[in-house]
């Protein structure tokens, strides 16, 4: 289990399962392909911690784990990219999240998912050519709007 200098929480051991290569970097990451994901409350929020720049954190949602569907639809190739079948059991999505003091400004991205292989940890953010899904929603509207079945 490799240990992982974290901006937040110091030194903490990584399961294999958690580690998480880019296949292309993520936007305005043009050098960090490889990331932890760091679970250290229990809920749907984790973080994303580069392996090479400490200072790259940033924190992500599984909307799965927080009992929503934000209906985001990926392609095929997508998905080929980052070496899944397609299986909705073989793909976690993630949704950056911007935090703030004030619960109710914190905000996610719904239209530049990340996409990650649970099988390989292999990932990839994708940019959604969709204007109806917002770059920054509240976040306390996500279950809403997975209730409504919005797109």
Do not use: Y
């Not at 399961?15 to 296949?23: G, H, K, R, Y």
């Not at 009992?67 to 999505?93: L, W, Y």
């Amino acid at each position: 289990m490799p240990t992982v200098d974290t901006l937040f929480h110091g030194l903490r051991d990584v399961p294999a399962a958690d580690l998480t290569t880019f296949v292309a970097p993520l936007l305005g990451f043009d050098n960090q392909r490889e990331f932890a994901l760091l679970q250290t409350e229990s809920g749907p929020l984790c973080w994303m911690q580069s392996l090479t720049v400490k200072r790259t954190c940033f924190c992500v949602l599984d909307p799965s784990a927080a009992g929503c569907d934000p209906d985001v639809a990926v392609s095929a190739e997508d998905v080929a990219d980052i070496g899944a079948s397609g299986a909705e059991d073989d793909v976690q999505v993630l949704l950056v999240v911007v935090l703030n003091e004030d619960p109710k400004k914190m905000t996610v991205n719904l239209r530049a998912p990340i996409l990650r292989n649970r099988k390989t940890g292999k990932a990839k953010q994708v940019v959604l050519d969709d204007p109806q899904l917002p770059l920054a929603m509240p976040l306390l509207e996500l279950p809403r709007r997975a209730a409504a079945g919005a797109h």
